[in-house]
């Protein structure tokens, strides 16, 4: 039976045709921070690898046309590198969602994570196994390891914004990449004691199951609120703001989680677009509300939704 992400994809899609993956992924590896000592074939070797695991490989029990298929894009900035062929970089990831009968792209993912280590040697395996994890090298395993975790949180966020808890699945794969990384003292970012915001907090956030109603608000976000808007704006930015209240609800009862800020991150042009021509008193409400919950952006909603 094909899942409701699918058949609404499809109900949205103008053609059909072959069978294929379920990403669309676009990885760019930058060097330009390691010096001349080692050959730059390495990283376009390195970018085609990766390229190929997220795209290649199948991560779901579904059919994926080519127009259902999630477009995303992995940056890889390559800080440093040991004679020993470890690196330090930082990964931002970013993905995206079609909006019901338009062609804009709404973010699902606009996230940069900064605890990347690994260990590559041109043309290494690069493969992702959901049994072993870490691979027979924990540095080498945890390249892998990082892309496998954001490819299933990307794909329970997606299926999350189509059907009401959608991606516990895929939530649930990317907790089982948590409790099985890779593990040595250089490797971080899985730990509940690595910090507040990494790999470790977000997947437990998204399992937990008395942070459900966060699954709720994102779905009500999108189908009720973006995948309406070429319909009824003003019933649409009613249901958004309402997920805003929600959102806002949520947050008091669970302050400054990790999901919350994630969900929120990349979005304020977004939510500024779809209440610009808003009425003046739900514009203000706007404004009240996310001024609270997206700080950073505080002065954009003040300035743009006046």
Known sequence: MLSKRLLIIAAMAVTVS??????????????????????KNVFTTMQTQLTNLLNNR????????????????????????SDDNIYKATLTIQAARPVYNSTYQSPLVNYQDADVTFKYIEYQPIEFNE????????????????????????????YDSFEPKGGDAYFQKALNVVNNAPEEKSISGWKAFDGFRNRYWLATNVTNNKLNQVHDIFYDYYRSGLDMLYQDQISARVNVLNTMNDLQDFNQENVNTMVMQFFLQGRSDEIVGI????????????????????????????TELK
């Open 131 to 158: 049994s072993r994890i870490g691979g027979t090298d924990p540095l080498s395993g945890n390249l892998t390891a990082i892309f496998g975790y954001y490819a299933y949180i990307i794909l329970g966020l997606d």
């Open 275 to 302: 209440f610009k021509k808003a009425d003046p008193s739900t514009k203000s409400k706007v404004i009240g509300i996310m001024s609270k919950l997206d700080i950073a952006n505080a002065g954009k909603y003040q």
């Open 58 to 81: 199948k991560w779901t029990g579904d059919v994926f046309q080519p127009q259902e298929k999630i477009q995303c894009n992995f940056l890889l900035n390559l800080q440093s590198v």
């Open 18 to 39: 072959a069978q294929a993956q379920e990403l669309q992924a676009k990885v760019t590896v930058l060097s330009q921070q390691i010096g001349s000592a080692i050959n």
